[in-house]
């Protein structure tokens, strides 16, 4: 069972270029979240998802879109990276806003 | 969104219980506790999770006050895997899990 799987591992980007981290979950959950996590720090909500074909912000949307065209799939997507975006971002799903989220193994992102 | 107090860090011996607090004063009446810890260099692990009554799972047991502005997270018998940033976590409908800075348990030998 593999849960969460995030794609890249990790990523060295120049400042400026687009990116796309990737997310599939394989448990049929309705709602996925992408965070992001600062050195030492907590992790802080991106954009969510609580159904297929709908997303929201989060606490630092800025910067970053999402889009969720099935159940399985929640990419993140920079149109333009920053040095200030480099964090780990962890993806993560669950079946609804109160049960418990899995998540993924994280992606670490450096923008240089 | 409602917020969680946890303390920044605590100490624990091996094979001693740990019990963590956290305080969420304004939790609102359908607002679930959720408890995830962090180990180093992973993902958030789901700990436990609980309403109004007490809950106990094979990691942990989760001691909710009557009047639900508090709540303890407690390891029976902490081990050196269980050294990790664990955090407390209110959820609701919104679907906007708030993470805060956590606690981070250390555990001797």
């Known amino acids: 069972i593999a849960g969460i799987t995030q794609a890249p591992t990790s990523q060295i980007l120049a400042a400026g270029r687009r990116m796309t981290l990737r997310c599939t979950q394989d448990?049929?959950?309705?709602?996925m979240y992408w965070y992001r996590q600062d050195l030492g720090l907590g992790l802080r909500l991106i954009h969510y998802?609580?159904?297929?074909?709908?997303?929201g912000k989060g606490e630092v949307p800025d910067g970053y879109s999402v889009s969720r065209a099935n159940t399985d799939d929640f990419p993140l997507t920079l149109a333009s990276a920053v040095p200030s975006q480099t964090s780990v971002y962890f993806c993560?799903?669950?079946?609804?806003?109160?049960?418990?989220?899995?998540f993924g193994q994280g992606t670490r992102l450096t923008v240089v | 969104d409602a917020k969680t107090t946890q303390p920044n860090s605590m100490e624990s011996n091996e094979e001693e219980p740990v019990h963590l607090p956290c305080n969420h004063s304004t939790i609102s009446g359908t607002d679930y506790i959720h408890w995830y810890r962090q180990l180093p260099s992973q993902g958030p692990e789901y700990v436990i999770h609980g309403l109004t009554s007490n809950v106990n799972n094979r990691m942990a047991s989760l001691a909710i006050a009557e009047d639900r502005k508090s709540s303890t997270l407690i390891l029976h018998r902490a081990t050196l895997r269980d050294a990790a940033v664990y955090y407390c976590i209110l959820s609701s409908n919104d679907y906007k899990l708030s993470f805060g800075a956590g606690t981070t348990v250390t555990v001797r030998a």
């Open positions: 998802s609580n159904t297929a074909g709908t997303t």
């Open positions: 448990m049929r959950h309705n709602a």
């Open positions: 993560a799903s669950s079946e609804t806003g109160y049960t418990e989220a899995f």
